[in-house]
């Protein structure tokens, strides 16, 4: 074979090898975007739902969990509408502005600060009683991964939570 047969055959073979690696970067970050929605915000509203209906069950005893864990959610919202995180770039504009009303709606809940723990009062209660129907509206749980579903499942929570955002106005 000569030179310039060995040549284009390496250029070919190098070429392909370049297109898979670009082809395993883009299927590698689509994974990690997807990924990032669902362990920073869907398992957490899970979570949440759960705490909400356990606090209703015991009389609300300790509703401060309950702000933790929409401080929680409230801060991957924060991260990911910012357009310089990993994960922005998935978002079409209909999904930013359903992460906004959500996030919008835990806003209402008391939120703690590092000096002091919110105080709750029987309209706050309601507002997460009315989140966590919601949640189960929704069907959000832990064994959903596909990214569209679980948009699809944050359109009809910020649809239901619109409720508490026009409430707290």
Known sequence: ???????IAFLIISNLLTL????????????????YFIEEIQEPLVELQGMIHDQQENNWKHPELVSFQAYKI?????????????????LKEEEKSNLRDINQALQSLPQNT????AIW?????????????????????????????????????????????DISK
């Open 121 to 165: 009062k029987k309209k706050d209660k309601q507002n997460a009683l009315t989140f966590e129907k919601a949640l189960v509206h929704a069907k959000m749980d832990t064994n959903e991964e596909d990214y569209k579903k679980f948009m699809n499942k944050c359109k009809i929570i910020a649809s239901e939570t619109s409720k508490i955002n």
């Open 20 to 35: 898979c690696f670009l082809a395993y970067s883009f299927i590698n970050k689509d994974f990690q975007q997807n990924n």
């Open 1 to 7: 074979m000569s030179k310039i047969k060995q040549l």
């Open 114 to 117: 590092s000096q002091t723990i």
């Open 74 to 90: 409230q801060k991957a919202i924060k991260d990911v509408l910012q357009e310089r995180h990993f994960a922005h770039s998935k």
